[in-house]
């Protein structure tokens, strides 16, 4: 089970640049509760249970050459 803290962990390790990251919490006429319950997304433990998706976009590091 990956969460989104063990997830923002895991690109800390990583060599990859967090360009942006957004959480998508529930909400339309599907889920009337999540649009009421938006603010929960940035309480840190809470934000588990609102979010529906986490879209995360990361740079490649740029690999330099020594070479001349």
């Known amino acids: 089970f990956m969460t989104i803290r063990r997830f923002n962990r895991l690109l800390k390790e990583l060599s990859f640049e967090v ?17 009421m319950v938006r603010g929960l997304a940035n309480v840190p433990v809470l934000n588990e249970f609102s979010t529906s998706a986490l879209f995360t976009v990361l740079v490649k590091p740029e690999i330099r050459d020594n070479k001349t």
């Not at 919490?25 to 889920?31: A, H, K, M, P, Y």
């Open 19 to 35: 360009r942006h990251q957004e959480q998508i919490g529930f909400g339309g006429s599907t889920f009337k509760l999540g649009r």
